[in-house]
């Protein structure tokens, strides 16, 4: 079953395309990485994803349903973790707190919050490794244990597809992979569907099933090796792009600037 | 101390301080979570328009300016919803705006003796049973459906954008929030009046933050502030015939101060 469907998606903000006719499917408890260039318009497409943007033309399907549907009738279907964790780093909630939050949609307006949603948040953080961290004034956490009590805040609703926007961009490199691995290891557990937007085109490819090229147009959809070995890349970031190979992991690249056109 | 309580005009300040500090203690933690604190001065000088309006149309000011102001919190609201102007920026214009037209009206009304002077600063010593029925019915309502949204409107204070996917119906709850602001706001203005309003519905929270790291409890020291600086402010004005807006104004500036002191030197709470 297709969990993600887009077909000839164009978003126009401020008169600028920012995404030309995209087409893109996600079968359920694949993992996406959408890979580009910063402007290329990734976090465009998260939030049209996310039913926050209007596209002028094409259209969007979360397991056959329009964006904003999903969101309105369906909580629970989308799990969502911002590049930006939050706004306010001083904000007086607990780590315990803030995985309650992804619940309060759930349990709907005028109702408390039970003692049954509390032990799922903490099995929710459990299940990210940060159990030991519950009471933890959440401003008080490193940018990556930020980004796990998120993916635990996401993952109390049960949900079928989990969209990440740059989410390691305020993680340390050593536990940048730390965090992939996790991302990994929930995708099989919990049989979820992964969309992973990322500038990372180092290790983002490595821990997914499928690679997407996004710089205004689409450029490819297909395996990691694949896409890692083609020109696709070259084109999307309009400059040469080299990898050097860990068996079949690419694990560093180096870029060689010179504008192609 | 006890032959105070036996006047009839202290009963009633002390109810009407009670309640008014409960109700702005409450509503001051979200001002302040959601950096709101401006708000507090353009809405309160929104109601100053509502207050011309209301003599210059000769009705209660009080209905006038209830509906004035709750016009004017939608319209900030709808202008950050829309995204084209920066909130603080909207404020700024309506809070000068307001102003002028309210004192427009009071020249046109020609009608120079009316008791503005109480509208700026308040006078809770002579607030009438109606007042404080008043204050009762609207702080009543206004705990109510704040207790009631409290868990969605910590999350869009939180994270609006996220509550929102959440299916957490956060524009809504933003106006919502907006016209509890402006009730309380108006109905505050007889205590403490407009020029002082805003400062109960910032002080508190900010004061409260101090003490805790954690939303829980920095909600009843919010409260807690609030009721101490309105019983406080009352028996200090009039122990030492004071100014009573003021002084529990100043009183709540004090306590605030002794909480950053207590921030930086002070245990940390953690609930």
Same mark, same amino acid.
């Given at each position: 079953m297709k969990v993600l469907e887009i077909n000839n998606l164009t978003v126009v903000r401020d008169g600028t395309v920012i995404l030309d006719n995209i087409n893109l499917e996600l079968e359920e408890g694949q993992s996406l990485a959408v890979i580009g260039p910063n402007g290329g318009g990734k976090t465009t497409l998260v939030k049209t994803i996310l039913g926050l943007l209007q596209p002028q033309a094409g259209s969007i399907r979360i397991m056959g349903l329009p964006p904003e549907s999903v969101i309105r009738k369906r909580p629970g279907t989308i799990g969502y973790v911002a590049q930006?964790? $939050?706004?306010?780093?001083? $904000?007086?909630?607990s780590a315990l707190d803030v995985v309650m939050m992804g619940k309060y949609g759930k349990i709907g307006l005028l109702r408390p919050v039970g003692r049954k949603d509390r032990e799922e948040a903490l099995s929710c953080l459990e299940t990210v490794g940060m159990a030991n961290f519950a $009471?933890?004034?959440?401003?008080?956490?490193?940018g990556g244990q930020q980004q796990r009590i998120m993916i635990a805040r996401s993952l109390i609703i049960h949900p079928r597809m989990l969209i990440l926007d740059e989410p390691t961009s305020g993680v340390d490199a050593g536990s940048q992979e730390n965090f992939y691995r996790l991302l990994r290891n929930l995708q099989s557990a919990l049989s979820l569907s992964i969309i992973q937007v990322s500038?990372?085109?180092?290790?983002v490819p490595s821990y997914s099933d499928q690679v997407a090229c996004l710089n205004k147009q689409l450029f490819l959809h297909g395996k990691p090796d694949d896409v890692m070995h083609s020109d696709i890349l070259k084109q999307a970031y309009g400059c040469q792009v080299e990898f050097l190979f860990h068996g079949t992991m690419p694990h560093r690249t180096v870029e060689e600037h010179r504008e192609t056109s | 101390m006890i032959e105070l309580l036996s006047y009839q005009f202290m009963q009633r300040a002390l109810a009407a301080g009670i309640i008014i500090s409960l109700v702005c203690g409450i509503l001051s933690f979200f001002v302040v979570l959601r950096r709101l604190s401006f708000i507090g001065v353009g809405l309160s000088h929104a109601a100053f328009g509502g207050v011309a309006l209301g003599f210059f149309l000769g009705v209660e000011p009080t209905w006038t300016a209830i509906g004035f102001c709750v016009a004017i919190a939608l319209l900030i609201g709808m202008i950050k919803h829309k995204g084209k102007i920066q909130e603080d920026t909207a404020i700024g214009i309506f809070f000068a705006a307001n102003m002028a037209f309210g004192i427009m009206l009071i020249g046109l009304s020609h009608?120079?003796?009316?008791?503005l002077f109480g509208y700026l600063f308040g006078n809770i010593l002579a607030i009438t049973a109606y007042d404080l029925k008043m204050i009762t019915v609207v702080g009543s309502l206004v705990l109510v459906i704040t207790a009631l949204f409290f868990k969605e409107l910590l999350f869009c204070s939180f994270d609006e954008e996220m509550a929102g996917i959440c299916s957490i119906p956060a524009v809504p709850l933003n106006y919502l929030f907006m016209v509890l602001l402006s009730l309380v706001i108006v109905v505050s203005i007889k205590v403490v009046g407009i020029v002082l309003v805003s400062a109960l519905l910032v002080i508190p929270a900010a004061a409260g933050r101090q003490f805790s790291s954690n939303y829980r409890g920095m909600l009843l020291a919010s409260v807690l502030v609030g009721l101490l600086s309105a019983l406080g402010g009352l028996f200090l004005s009039y122990r030492f015939d004071l100014p009573s807006g003021s002084t529990i104004v100043l009183l709540a500036t004090f306590i605030f101060g002794l909480s950053f002191l207590w921030r930086l030197w002070g245990p940390t709470l953690y609930t």
């Open positions: 930006r964790a $939050f706004y306010d780093p001083d $904000f007086p909630v $009471f933890r004034p959440i401003g008080q956490l490193s500038h990372d085109i180092a290790l | 009608r120079y003796n009316v008791d």
